[in-house]
């Protein structure tokens, strides 16, 4: 009975096996559990059942993979192959590009770009063509590669056990390989060199001549910019292809970072060997005498530079039109500013069209400022020197172009014959802005260089000097021209000075002046500080001056009273376009002023007052105080000498002989007084 139910069992333990193999995983459960079920030991012996059948089965994939292992190794070695063949095709590609630039030489624009196309297309089809044939390798290969990564399944497991002895074999052998040839390098370091050397002379020979056929202007791609993107360099100098590179298999490895790191270490020990000179070896010469020659082959560099720049200024102060830069749209304005730092609140709220201040001659000037400081930088950042250095070179030569050859061509500029008062405002306002720049030209120089502006020894930009004493030379310019229009204006004055009675109107030659005066003073509002303040005052003080001159000019001997009245009329305009205040920012009447001793003098004459000024002379509440004794008395002494033949004081010998006798009192007292003030 008991051999029976062993039967029984091993019948139905064949059963399950048959059925856990056969049918799908999820319906294993119910079947195992009948086996649990049993209240025997019968699980025991189907475990055991099963070891067996575990057993059968490994020696059966062992066998398997015993049979198909030539088949995967024929794979990989297709797989090789397939690189290969790729190799080839790209240097069939790269041989097709070099035939394309031959025909496109030969042939018309339409005809190349025909038989590029063609080319192309047979080029397309031969890759598709070879790819397709890459296909089921590929395919299998991955399949492979799949089914090998399984890893429930227990010979897998035995491969994992076994790969990392591998690699670590196959690691060791390599590095010693890499040994060996690094060695062999060493021994052969000369002509090693010698054949780099020549293969990037070649290089760059052949990359030159493919640039310059570029420029020329083919419309063919230069060969570089086909293959260069898929090519390297391997340890030893030679060329490979990125894009067919087997990268899996070095990957699988998981040291090529590590060789590649141990090679390049390797090498750069051998080249300091190589250019380290020998103990017993001594560099021998001091090289200072060098370094100096390179200072003064700098210095001489840099005095290039700044005679070039001078042609440079000249060429952009003559091109200039010396007016404010108009700028109709938004990209205009950021065209601009985009080539000189302009920051103006006011000015950015308006709407366009809109002017800038400065002339075209501004932005010019700063980015030439910027060009001069690059050419000055190539060759200073080749003399192997700190960033402090550097920086100073830099700053002293940026410092000699403002101070010596922008300032020189501004000095002359604003001396120039054509320059005009418009163009001196112009140049003042434009010297302003540049001034202002000044700070961002530091800011340039430090981004170049790195060098905090903090740092002791830093070189300041001192150049800004140059736009004020170009500014204050400008100004003293516009006082000259100034008051040379004014005596343009003057010389057209022509009184008549034993005129009986005045026209009861100003002279014309006068009014000329004084629109002209206030169109100028309306043009000077933009000129900055108290420039226009100080030219205006300047102008009145030149013409008060030159209008005193005309009465006490030596050549004219006689003048009427009448020509006194017109005088005074003339005078009283002056005052009151002074009082017009033609400039903001005066206070009072402090532009008056400038009038004061005419005005007191002709009211002297005007209101013949001469008791109260013999009696107040000298005293500082005196209503005549800045009239002089000797120009009163050389006044009097041109009008003395009519009274008789104009009737100038006839009043006085209508009603009493003794006023003439009281002029000539008054004539012996001014005498005293200048007498007195010249002991």
């Known amino acids: ?348 709220k308006q709407d366009f069209p809109k002017k800038l201040p400065m002339s075209q001659s501004v932005p010019q000037i700063y980015t030439q400022v910027k060009e001069f400081i690059y050419a000055s930088l190539k060759f200073s950042e080749s003399l192997h020197r700190s960033s402090t250095e550097i920086d100073d070179m830099l700053r002293k030569s940026t410092n000699l172009l403002l101070t010596r050859t922008l300032n020189s061509c501004l000095q002359n500029l604003i001396k120039k014959p054509h320059i005009g008062l418009t163009e001196l405002v112009q140049i003042i306002i434009n010297t302003t802005h540049l001034e202002q720049a000044c700070k961002y030209l530091e800011e340039f120089i430090t981004n170049i260089t790195n060098v905090s502006p903090e740092t002791v020894h830093t070189t300041r930009l001192y150049g800004l000097s140059t736009f004020k004493d170009a500014r204050h030379s400008a100004e003293g310019e516009i006082y000259t021209k100034l008051n040379q229009k004014i005596d343009e204006f003057i010389q057209l004055a022509d009184y008549e000075w034993g005129m009986s009675e005045s026209d009861g109107r100003a002279s014309g030659y006068l009014m000329d002046l004084i629109n002209f005066l206030r169109s100028t003073f309306q043009v000077f509002t933009h000129l900055p500080g108290k420039v226009a303040q100080t030219a205006c005052m300047s102008a009145c003080k030149h013409l008060a001056t030159s209008l005193m001159q005309m009465l006490l000019d030596t050549e004219l001997k006689q003048i009427s009273m009448g020509a006194i009245q017109q005088f005074n009329l003339d005078v009283i305009q002056c005052e009151l376009f002074a009082s017009s205040e033609p400039v903001p920012g005066f206070q009072g009447d402090t532009l008056q002023l400038a009038f004061i001793d005419l005005r007191q003098l002709l009211d002297l004459f005007m209101v013949w007052d001469w008791s109260t000024y013999l009696a107040d002379y000298g005293q500082p509440t005196s209503k005549y105080l800045r009239v002089n004794p000797a120009t009163a008395l050389a006044l009097l002494e041109k009008m003395k000498d009519t009274s008789k033949k104009n009737n100038i004081f006839s009043q006085f010998r209508k009603n009493d002989r003794d006023k003439q006798k009281l002029i000539e009192t008054v004539v012996k007292q001014l005498r005293t007084l200048v007498n007195g003030m010249s002991s």
């Open 1 to 348: 009975m008991a051999e029976n139910e062993m039967l029984e069992y091993i019948t139905e333990h064949e059963r399950i096996l048959q059925e856990i193999e056969s049918t799908d995983t999820a319906c294993v459960g119910p079947t195992l559990r009948s086996i649990y079920d049993d209240q025997s030991n019968a699980h025991k012996r189907f475990m055991e059942k099963l070891d067996v059948r575990i057993r059968n089965h490994d020696r059966e994939i062992e066998k398997m993979c015993n049979f198909h292992h030539q088949g995967f190794v024929d794979a990989i070695t297709e797989l090789l192959k397939v690189r290969t063949d790729a190799e080839k095709l790209m240097g069939q590609v790269t041989e097709a590009n070099r035939r394309l630039q031959e025909a496109g030489r030969e042939v018309t624009a339409q005809t190349e770009e025909v038989i590029r196309c063609r080319i192309q297309q047979r080029n397309m089809a031969t890759t598709v063509e070879k790819l397709q044939l890459c296909i089921p390798v590929l395919e299998m290969y991955s399949k492979l590669k799949e089914q090998l990564e399984v890893s429930h399944y227990r010979f897998c497991q035995i491969m994992g056990e076994n790969l990392p002895h591998l690699r670590k074999e196959i690691k060791e052998i390599s590095m010693s390989d890499l040994k060996d040839f690094l060695e062999s390098i060493r021994k052969h370091s000369d002509k090693v060199g010698e054949t780099a050397m020549r293969q990037a002379q070649q290089r760059r020979t052949f990359n030159s001549a493919v640039a310059k056929q570029h420029n020329i202007g083919h419309s063919t791609k230069p060969l570089y910019s086909v293959i260069g993107h898929s090519l390297s360099h391997t340890p030893n100098g030679m060329l490979i292809n990125d894009d067919t590179a087997d990268e899996d298999e070095t990957d699988d490895e998981g040291d090529r970072e590590t060789f590649e790191n141990y090679y390049r270490k390797q090498r750069k020990k051998q080249a300091r060997l190589v250019l380290q000179p020998q103990a017993s070896m001594d560099y021998g010469f001091t090289v200072n005498r060098l370094f100096d020659l390179l200072f003064e082959v700098r210095d001489q560099y840099n005095e290039t530079l700044l005679k070039k720049w001078a042609v440079v200024f000249r060429e952009i102060f003559e091109l200039d039109n010396y007016s404010p830069i108009p700028v109709d749209t938004e990209e205009e304005y950021n065209l601009v500013v985009s080539r000189f730092p302009f920051h103006d609140t006011d000015i950015e």
